[in-house]
């Protein structure tokens, strides 16, 4: 069955470094996406990408970047990892269809910066 | 004011019970409506989706609009033990309908 999974699904790591989270996707999807959920503000978009080579910035992109060099991945890296950035993060994608079609989320990947 | 409001409960009750979940939104153009169930330690998954004003009908689960207040609703018959989760609602911000803004989610629990 096709799917989309995230890796490290756990990790721990300290202020200031550079921390990359995986995310693939075996539907051939075009529509990528991240994002971050944290009590209180529910599910906020950091990046997302249409295409092979397209990245476009979210709600909350500042100290994230992401990547798309092919369909099924996009990698979602925290350049300098700030206390602020630990968080569930999850990364989604869907088809290139109109208004209604499914939205797919992974596992989701549980970041503690310390 | 955020896009969409959403109680977050929690909100608890008997196995069997009708439960009434709600959200508000602020952007009257907006024309598709979703609600998403997250089960603990896992990933959002599409539970129903609604076009427009009305009902949409699924098995136990209701989804009903109401574009004249702003307000979206989704109904839950003869809760189970099995739908304690929690329920997000999220409407699509672009024409393509692919980039989605949340509620904060309401976290449900059905006692047995």
């Known amino acids: 069955d096709a799917e989309i999974t995230q890796s490290p699904r756990h990790k721990i790591t300290e202020t200031g470094r550079q921390v990359t989270l995986a995310c693939h996707q075996t539907w051939n999807h075009n529509n990528m996406f991240w994002y971050r959920q944290d009590l209180g503000h529910g599910l906020r978009l950091i990046h997302y990408s249409y295409g092979v080579q397209d990245t476009n910035k979210g709600e909350v992109s500042d100290g994230y970047s992401v990547s798309r060099s092919n369909t099924e991945d996009l990698p979602l890296t925290l350049e300098s990892a700030a206390s602020s950035q630990t968080s569930v993060y999850f990364c989604?994608?869907?088809?290139?269809?109109?208004?209604?079609?499914?939205?797919?989320f992974g596992e989701g990947s549980w970041l503690t910066v310390v | 004011q955020k896009e969409v409001e959403q109680d977050p409960g929690p909100l608890s009750v008997p196995e069997g019970a009708i439960v009434s979940l709600n959200c508000t939104y602020s952007?009257?153009?907006?024309?598709?409506f979703m609600w998403y169930r997250q089960y603990s330690r896992k990933g959002p998954e599409l539970l129903m989706y609604t076009y427009s004003s009305g009902n949409k009908e699924d098995g136990r689960f209701t989804a009903q609009v109401d574009k004249s207040s702003k307000y979206i609703s989704l109904f839950i018959r003869d809760s189970q033990p099995s739908d304690s989760a929690t329920y997000l609602c999220a409407i699509p911000i672009n024409n393509a309908g692919n980039m989605l803004t949340f509620g904060g989610g309401t976290r449900l629990m059905v006692k047995p």
């Open positions: 989604a994608s869907s088809e290139s269809l109109g208004s209604g079609n499914t939205i797919y």
């Open positions: 952007n009257s153009a907006f024309q598709y």
